[in-house]
């Protein structure tokens, strides 16, 4: 009994002085501090209204709806999810118990002059082997678990991917579609300043008549109205290309094109802004959310990396058959069984361990600046559509006034005209303005909606704080 404890002592001994010793090793990046950056929330949540009906265009509703089902890269990001998935189901199964049941013949000559006598010496024979197998990696050291937690944050992680990329494709359709609308609306506004100076033409044609104006005048009514029909096209050109977007994004091809309307988008009223934005929303990012938790998973990689380093123990057994002979693998005396602890250690690896533990650290600065460099850009984009629409209220609330002075001036002008009080120079600058004030009020409404639009994707896709 003595002699067997000293030999127990002697082989633990043995098995803490001959593990490869880990090398020490501290994270070169640090994350930034979640309170200074708008970070603190809650984790991710899934926006539960489709943010997109705001806008109240049932064919908005329909073309997001296609393009979720439709669109290549959602799928992909969809399956990169579910093989995350079972990579995590792969990785969970290896901390259980596996038996197997293995069956095997062999046809051999047994050399006379080994250990065995005759008849079996010298003779040709089959070895026969039938029994199942067990093996159970104790995880004495954690190394299992981190693996299964490594892979749950990686799925989970994927998960986040593919929720961002619905965010990105829902938004892509729905700044196509303000483009559409954009795109509608100059036209419309075209075809009004056509209407506008086919009736300036048919005055200077009156005034040419009563002598009042010549051909100089004549001819720059109706070249101009040429040049109107020119901004109507390049309208309907631009619709044509947002049409053409907007049908690639949902899946669809050239037979699309004809079923695409004319929106019913109102810039106005678009995507209301909350009179506060919770000050936390940019932790409810799918693409923040995300980076955090690969960081997680990157921790979890180096403590199973760690534990690599020390004795990995296995629990084998067998139970069967095994025979000299087929005839007599199945009798009772050809049963067979062991049972016994495995031990692995490492002792020399060429520094094979010490280079993965190294790994693991570098992969773990890789996700921690990649985490930072993701939150940075989410706070500059966020800050970069608060100040952007704040510039576009006050422009359009300068512009208003600008276009109701514009349109006072040409209705002025104009009855002078009528009156032979103004010259036809007077009345075309005054309608130049005007026109230019209604092209700019469009762009500047439309400009407002998409980055509504993008202020709103920039903040996961609320402009609410998500219930739990």
């Known amino acids: 009994m003595i002699a067997r404890r000293l030999v127990l002592a002697a082989a633990a ?87 197997s049941l293995d069956a095997d013949a062999t ?114 009514a109706e070249a101009n109205v040429a040049l109107v029909q020119v901004d109507r096209e390049q309208a309907a050109l631009s619709q044509e290309s947002a049409i053409h977007a907007l049908a690639a994004l949902s899946g ?10 004319a929106p019913s988008l109102d810039f106005a009223r678009a995507l209301d802004l909350p009179q506060a934005l919770p000050a936390d929303l940019l932790a409810h990012r799918p693409d923040v959310a995300a980076a955090r938790i690969r960081i997680l998973a990157a921790q979890s990689g180096r403590e199973a990396a760690h534990a690599n380093f020390y004795p990995n123990v296995d629990l084998v057994a067998f139970a069967g058959f095994v025979s000299i002979g087929l005839d007599k693998l199945l009798d009772s005396d050809s049963r067979q069984w062991s049972v016994g602890p495995a031990i692995h250690l490492p002792i020399f690896d060429a520094g094979r361990l010490k280079a993965e533990y190294r790994k693991s650290g570098a992969d773990l600065d890789v996700a921690t600046a990649s985490y930072n460099e993701t939150v940075l850009r989410a706070v500059r984009e966020s800050a970069d559509q608060v100040s952007r629409l704040q510039g576009l209220d006050r422009q359009l609330a300068d512009q208003q006034r600008a276009l109701e002075a514009a349109e006072s ?60």
């Open 13 to 99: 001994a043995a098995l803490a002085a001959g593990c490869v010793g880990a090398p020490g090793q501290v994270p070169h990046e640090a994350v930034l501090a979640p309170d200074t950056l708008a970070l603190q929330g809650n984790a991710y949540v899934a926006p539960a209204d489709a943010w997109w009906q705001q806008l109240g265009d049932p064919q908005l509703d329909r073309l997001v709806a296609e393009s979720l089902a439709r669109n290549p890269s959602l799928a992909a990001a969809l399956a990169r999810v579910r093989s995350a998935e079972q990579q995590a189901v792969i990785a969970g199964s290896i901390n259980n118990p596996q038996v």
């Open 107 to 220: 046809r051999e000559r047994v050399s006379a002059n080994y250990i065995f006598p005759p008849p079996y010496g010298g003779a040709t024979l089959w070895e026969a082997r039938l029994g199942a197998n067990l093996s159970w990696n104790i995880d004495f050291w954690g190394r299992q678990s981190s693996l299964i937690d490594q892979a749950r944050q990686v799925a989970n992680a994927a998960g986040l991917d593919a929720a961002g990329t619905q965010l990105l494709i829902s938004s892509a359709v729905t700044q196509t579609y303000v483009e559409l609308a954009r795109a509608r609306a100059l036209e419309a506004l075209a075809v009004r300043a056509g209407e506008q100076r086919q009736r300036l033409l048919a005055l200077t044609q009156q005034r040419v008549t009563a002598g009042l104006d010549s051909n100089v005048e004549l001819r720059s």
């Open 252 to 261: 669809h091809g050239a037979e699309a094109y004809a079923h695409i309307e």
């Open 409 to 468: 001036a040409y209705s002025l002008a104009e009855q002078r005209y009528g009156a032979g009080l103004a010259n036809y120079l007077t009345v075309l600058n005054a309608e130049t303005q005007v026109l230019s004030a209604r092209r700019q009020r469009v762009n500047l409404l439309a400009d407002r909606t998409s980055a509504r639009v993008a202020l709103l994707v920039a903040l996961g896709g609320s402009f609410k704080e998500p219930s739990r």
